[in-house]
């Protein structure tokens, strides 16, 4: 990344670090990474590039994130391989995906084996509420290594590294971590149902590489691309900052009866587009987050 801004005078030397990026895909049209996520946004991404611009404060977790890649290549061992990139040609692209560890051995018949390992660093909340992308993203690198080397991945796993861990909840609450890393099993899909899966995704993204060549609106963000969090219904009483109760938005009845009750009111909380407002850099070139603003 070029056009780093350092608004809050931190330290040169996250600046360098952030403008000395050294990801890549490699050669080819596109990652597993992008695969997995909005074509719009990896669109207006490539689209606007050279005017995004970025704080390095807005980039910290994302550098510790990169340290993380320095531990797995300096904790190998003779039964690890770290930090691999594959390539493969599927429905007329090039796709790569960058394994950040295979753990192999060998089965009865002396055939490898391999596990792929994923480091993550991450929030307490996204541990306790996984996202699909990680199982996603996985797979897809299961599909690169069974195609492209011919081994059998016998199992997925993300190693949650917990930026914002805490020793009072992890006391307090019974489905907290209880250490600030966890190891998280994934479901290993058939070679099948990976195949499936990346071929439809690339299909999606062709499509909207297509409808934006020819003058027409990318395809929208879905609700989990946006993170979308849907509004409430808060019963309010006066004098109190916290709501009594929070209802959807389709319970109006039942909440406007359980406000009655407590002698309190109805207040409605608009819905969030979190990614949009607050983390998607393409946001002002963005159709779709101009009409969800309105």
Same mark, same amino acid.
């Given at each position: 990344?070029?056009?780093i801004?350092?608004k809050?005078?931190?330290?040169q ?6 403008r000395r990026?050294p ?9 597993v ?21 970025t704080d ?5 977790w994302s550098?510790l ?5 320095t ?12 930090e ?11 796709l ?5 560890l ?7 018949d002396g ?13 307490a909340?996204?541990?306790? =509420?996984?996202?699909p992308?990680?199982e996603h993203?996985?797979n897809?690198?299961?599909y ?5 080397k011919?081994?059998?991945? !016998? ?5 949650a590294?917990i930026?914002?861990?805490s020793r009072?909840?992890?006391?307090r609450r ?11 099993p994934?479901t290993?899909w !058939? ?16 499509d909207a ?23 409430k219904l808060?019963?309010?009483?006066e004098?109190?900052? /916290? ?6 938005i ?7 009866e359980?406000?009655k009750?407590?002698?309190? !009111?109805?207040t409605?909380?608009?819905?969030? =587009? ?5 983390f ?7 159709e779709?987050? /101009?009409r969800?603003?309105?």
């Open positions: 990344m070029s056009n801004t350092n809050h005078n931190l330290p030397t996250l600046v360098n670090l952030a990026d990801y890549t895909r490699g050669n080819a049209r596109i990652s990474t992008q695969l997995i996520g909005s074509p719009k946004i990896r669109i207006l991404q490539a689209e606007n590039q050279a005017e995004i611009i390095v404060s807005e980039t910290l550098l994130g990169r340290a993380l890649h531990v797995v290549e300096q904790g190998a061992d003779e039964s690890h391989i770290p691999e990139r594959l390539f493969t040609e599927i429905a007329g692209w090039r790569s995906g960058g394994v950040d295979q753990l192999f051995g060998n089965n009865s055939a490898r084996q391999v596990g792929l390992s994923d480091y993550k660093m991450t929030t909340w996204a541990v306790m =509420n996984p996202k992308d990680w993203q996985l897809c690198y299961a690169l290594i069974e195609k492209e011919g081994w059998e991945v !016998t199992d997925l796993t993300i190693n590294v930026r914002d861990w009072h909840e992890a006391e019974e489905d907290y971590p209880k250490v600030p890393l966890v190891v998280l994934q290993l !058939t070679m099948k149902a990976r195949e499936e899966y990346i071929t439809e995704r690339i299909k999606i993204h062709q590489e297509r409808a934006f060549d020819w003058g027409e609106e990318l395809p929208e963000c879905s609700d989990e691309e946006r993170w979308f969090k849907p509004g808060a019963i309010m009483r004098g109190r900052v /916290k709501a009594l109760k929070l209802f959807d389709t319970e109006r009845e039942q909440a406007e359980y406000a009750e407590n002698k309190a !009111t109805v409605e909380r608009p819905g969030e =587009n979190k990614r949009c407002e607050s998607c850099k393409v946001a002002p070139w963005c779709q987050f /101009k969800l603003q309105e």
